[in-house]
């Protein structure tokens, strides 16, 4: 995770259900909404890019819970 001036860079990999096995993803969250991605299947809207700003999100979530109790 990367603060960027105009939003959040996150890049991960995520599980591929083929024999690829992974993907790299990378998106740019601003203000909670996903603006851009890019991934290594060569899509720019992927499941993988999706997959990765869920876990982001919950992530995001699960600290805000903790830090509320």
């Known amino acids: 995770m990367k603060d960027a001036p105009e939003g959040r860079i996150i ?6 259900k083929c024999i690829v096995g992974f ?12 603006v851009e991605s ?3 299947c060569g899509s720019t809207l ?3 890019a999706v997959k990765l700003y869920l876990f982001y999100m919950a992530h995001v ?3 805000e819970n ?4």
């Open 46 to 48: 992927c499941p993988h």
């Open 11 to 16: 890049e991960g990999l995520v599980p591929a």
């Open 23 to 34: 993907h790299k993803v990378r998106i740019k969250v601003t203000n909670s909404k996903m």
């Open 38 to 40: 890019e991934c290594s």
């Open 66 to 69: 903790s830090v509320k109790r």
């Open 61 to 63: 979530k699960r600290n």
